[in-house]
């Protein structure tokens, strides 16, 4: 049996190997406090969230597929939780029978396996009974494959005979085998046989009984040895049906644990009065973005409050450059655009009221840092090493986010080294979003079709709303507002 709540035709991987640069990315966009609500402290839940945003989608279709359940998980949040328990509650019981299962007696293993598939048969059934009243209210069709699923091949017909089955192998009454004589009268092919429903002694009801002494420790393991002869192959057969059944409980947990998360996260948001939207993706060939209200969700997590969003609507860019007065809110913008962008390529909502974007092969963050302590390296000398690194696994079709990048020596020198770099970018077809306070840099692309400039809103009085919005950059950026703001005005 297959989940397909992540994927249509293949299994949720969620200790897959993450995207390049995925420490930057949870530093630079503030992603640990997304993360941590998502999770609420499952850390099966913080891994598959984890996974499904460090690894983001490369298509349409797969991206619609996840969105789409999605929407059921939001349409059915408490049927989801049920399903996602009843999978955490089963790993329980399984964890406190599993060292049985190790034991070097075969027919503790034996038994021990008959238990265990007691717990999975019946934690089966609880799948069962939610998809027999939950089914209605799913549209997907991730979730209407799967329910349709438990339903026709766990039909209480299959429940009856599985229950039959594991109550005959119960050593109740002992144990029935059969073995034929060897060529030196030992005995040879021994066999399980399967007890009738009634008085299953009958037959053997007048042949020769032998009983072993108490003491005999010799006879009583002699006779073990025949007994697990007879049993290695059920113990077996056991083995395989319990390792299916693991293997179907712990994929079906951990692709509930992404959408459990979905909707931690949502509760969240709509508590703050933040609003969610489900993002239009574009194939990588498209350069149009567009959206309304975007804001920094591990903003609004860390203020506990809600915050102010941004509008954009522009077609044909890869270029984007952000400037304007300090502490006006460019940061801000550029980890929720980052944060969205890995969002939507993970099927999930973003914040927004609405967002759309095409679709990028990677997503990378180069956001300025502090100082060596060991001084090891200047801080240009770090900036350029963590470029070299990037530049190893960038192609076209990526998206780069610079949050004041090569700043660290003079005006003209960073100006320079900025430019350079970002024109390289743009040739190779990489996006880039760009949060700069260099004028230089940023006055060396005026004019060029494919760049659209940006810049933090200040009011006439200096007030800032924390808004970006379209403007080419100024010589200044107003730090005389901030000076004054702390020390007073001047007397």
């Known amino acids: 049996m297959k989940a397909n709540l992540m994927f249509r035709d293949k299994d949720f991987d969620f200790k897959a190997n993450p995207c390049f640069g995925k420490d930057a990315l949870v530093a630079d966009l503030e992603l640990k406090r997304v993360l941590s609500n998502m999770a609420r402290g499952d850390e099966i839940i913080s891994a598959a969230c984890g996974a499904a945003l460090f690894c983001p989608l490369q298509s349409t279709e797969e991206i619609h597929y996840r969105q789409e359940i999605l929407r059921d998980v939001f349409q059915n949040p408490d049927a989801i939780r049920q399903l996602y328990e009843t999978t955490v509650e089963t790993e329980k019981k399984r964890r406190s029978s599993w060292h049985w299962l190790s034991s070097t007696y075969l027919s503790t293993t034996f038994s021990s396996a008959i238990e265990l598939m007691k717990i999975y048969t019946e934690m089966l059934m609880e799948l069962r009974l939610v998809a027999d009243s939950k089914l209605f209210g799913f549209q997907s069709e991730g979730f209407r494959n799967l329910l349709t699923m438990l339903q026709r091949e766990l039909d209480d017909d299959y429940f009856a005979e599985?229950?039959?089955?594991?109550?005959?192998?119960?050593?109740?009454?002992?144990?029935?085998?059969?073995?034929?004589?060897?060529?030196?009268?030992?005995?040879?092919?021994?066999?399980?046989?399967?007890?009738?429903?009634?008085?299953?002694?009958?037959?053997?009801?007048?042949?020769?009984?032998?009983?072993?002494?108490?003491?005999?420790?010799?006879?009583?393991?002699?006779?073990?040895?025949?007994?697990?002869?007879?049993?290695?192959?059920?113990?077996?057969?056991?083995?395989?049906?319990?390792?299916?059944?693991?293997?179907?409980?712990?994929?079906?947990?951990?692709?509930?644990?992404?959408?459990?998360?979905?909707?931690?996260?949502?509760?969240?948001?709509?508590?703050?009065?933040?609003?969610?939207?489900?993002?239009?993706?574009?194939?990588?060939?498209?350069?149009?973005?567009?959206?309304?209200?975007?804001?920094?969700?591990?903003?609004?997590?860390?203020?506990?409050?809600?915050?102010?969003?941004?509008?954009?609507?522009?077609?044909?860019?890869?270029?984007?450059i952000i400037t304007g007065a300090n502490q006006g809110g460019k940061s801000t913008f550029l980890r929720s655009m980052g944060q969205a962008q890995l969002m939507a390529q993970s099927g999930m909502f973003v914040g927004a009221d609405s967002f759309s974007a095409p679709i990028r092969c990677g997503v990378f963050s180069h956001f300025k840092k502090e100082e060596d302590t060991a001084m090891k390296s200047g801080k240009l000398d770090e900036e350029l090493a963590r470029m070299s690194k990037m530049a190893d696994h960038l192609k076209g079709g990526a998206l780069m986010l610079f949050n004041e990048s090569f700043s660290a020596t003079n005006e003209r020198e960073g100006s320079e080294i900025c430019r350079q770099i970002t024109k390289a970018l743009i040739e190779n077809d990489v996006e880039l979003f760009s949060v700069t306070h260099l004028y230089a840099y940023a006055a060396a692309f005026l004019g060029e079709k494919q760049s659209q400039f940006l810049r933090a809103q200040r009011l006439d009085g200096g007030e800032r709303t924390f808004k970006v919005v379209p403007g080419e950059p100024l010589q200044t950026a107003f730090g005389e507002d901030l000076y004054h703001k702390i020390f007073g005005q001047a007397g």
């Not at 008085?199 to 002494?213: C, D, K, Y």
């Not at 697990?228 to 057969?237: K, L, P, T, V």
């Not at 979905?262 to 149009?288: R, T, V």
Request: aromatic letters at 10%.
């Open 162 to 320: 599985v229950n039959a089955h594991l109550n005959d192998l119960k050593d109740r009454d002992g144990m029935l085998v059969s073995a034929t004589l060897g060529n030196y009268l030992q005995g040879i092919h021994y066999v399980l046989r399967r007890k009738t429903r009634k008085g299953f002694w009958w037959r053997w009801r007048f042949a020769p009984s032998f009983t072993i002494a108490p003491r005999d420790d010799a006879g009583a393991a002699d006779l073990g040895n025949r007994r697990d002869r007879a049993i290695n192959e059920a113990a077996n057969a056991l083995a395989q049906a319990a390792e299916h059944m693991e293997g179907f409980f712990a994929m079906l947990r951990n692709e509930l644990a992404f959408y459990v998360g979905c909707l931690n996260l949502a509760d969240s948001l709509q508590e703050l009065g933040m609003p969610i939207c489900f993002p239009s993706l574009f194939s990588s060939s498209s350069k149009d973005r567009s959206w309304q209200g975007l804001y920094d969700v591990s903003l609004a997590l860390t203020k506990n409050a809600a915050v102010a969003g941004n509008d954009l609507d522009t077609a044909d860019k890869q270029l984007y």
